[in-house]
């Protein structure tokens, strides 16, 4: 089977924070495989800083306001996970399943590892596995069944990278 592409860039060559897009992309990757992805996905990552992650949150959630990561699924999950990911979207010049996009605000992850005590890979690491799994129609908004279930893959997949002490 072809590897998954995900495209990851910071937007702004002045940011003053980076976050690793190899760190980025494995987390990915490791969300795909612990959900048993079995086609080629295609997820796009945008890093950005808090009034670039301002704007889009203004624009696509009404909320003006920075925060510190955004998904936005290009796939319409009838249930959470790739159970329910319809095989009609492969894209026929790819041979990909667009999944997504996810921006960051790189400023935003560097504030909350400080706070949280974390480091800055921890936290990179915890919000991309978190945000990719938005991608596949898990949410922790709506019932606390979904909210437990969603964190439980969290945590699985930070204990498989090394990333969660408990």
Not at 69 to 81: C, I, N
Request: hydrophobic fraction near 35%.
């Amino acid at each position: 089977m072809r590897d998954h592409k995900i495209y990851a860039r910071h937007v702004s060559s002045t940011l003053p924070y980076r976050l690793s897009i190899p760190l980025i992309k494995r987390c990915v990757r490791k969300v795909l495989r612990h959900e048993e992805a079995d086609v080629p996905c295609e997820v796009s990552i945008f890093i950005t800083d808090d009034r670039g992650i301002r704007d889009i949150n203004r624009e696509f959630r009404c909320v003006d306001e920075p925060t510190d990561v955004l998904s936005f699924p290009m796939q319409e999950m009838s249930s959470p996970g790739w159970a329910s990911v319809s095989y009609d979207e492969i894209d026929p010049e790819t041979g990909l399943l667009p999944l997504g996009e996810i921006v960051f605000s790189a400023e935003s992850v560097h504030k909350q590892a400080y706070e949280f005590g974390q480091s800055y890979e921890r936290e990179t690491a915890y919000l991309t596995i978190h945000a990719a799994l938005h991608l596949l129609g898990y949410d922790h908004l709506d019932d606390a069944e979904g909210k437990a279930d969603m964190r439980e893959r969290e945590k699985s997949i930070m204990m498989e990278m090394g990333f969660y002490d408990d």
